[in-house]
Nanobody, 126 residues
Framework: VHLVESGGGLAQSGGSLRLSCGAS????????MGWYRQAPGEQRELVAV???????DYTDSVKGRFTISRDGAKNTVDLQMDSLKSEDSAVYYC?????????????????????WGSGTQVTVSS
């Protein structure tokens, strides 16, 4: 699985950017896809996730400002970021999770395998 992010760059505070994550496989084959971000000196954190059924979830700091969506025609998962703040500055990563299952002889439990893109820089100037 290969993921490629695009759309990062420089924006002013209050402005907008739209990130796209293209996948080498159908985005509907993944258990979930999400956007994460990591600022310098900080841990990587979840920004938004969309699950196979279409449900979404956001970290509190971006609720009402960011929207995650799927574009089946382009096979991308997009993150629309509005009302940007300086604290949104970070490297944004796309993640896709595939659900696998152990063999029955190993218990048959499901487990997830995560795939990551290489990231795209978002810088918001105040």
């Amino acid at each position: 699985v290969h993921l490629v992010e695009s759309g990062g760059g420089l924006a002013q505070s209050g402005g907008s950017l739209r990130l796209s994550c293209g996948a080498s496989e159908s985005i509907f084959d993944f258990e979930e896809m999400g956007w994460y971000r990591q600022a310098p000196g900080e841990q990587r954190e979840l920004v938004a996730v969309i699950k196979t059924g279409g449900s979404t979830d956001y970290t509190d700091s971006v609720k009402g400002r960011f929207t995650i969506s799927r574009d089946g025609a382009k096979n991308t998962v997009d993150l629309q970021m509005d009302s940007l703040k300086s604290e949104d500055s970070a490297v944004y990563y796309c993640k896709a999770q595939v659900l696998e299952r152990h063999s029955l002889s190993e218990g048959g439990d499901f487990y997830g395998i995560d795939y990551w893109g290489s990231g795209t820089q978002v810088t918001v100037s105040s």
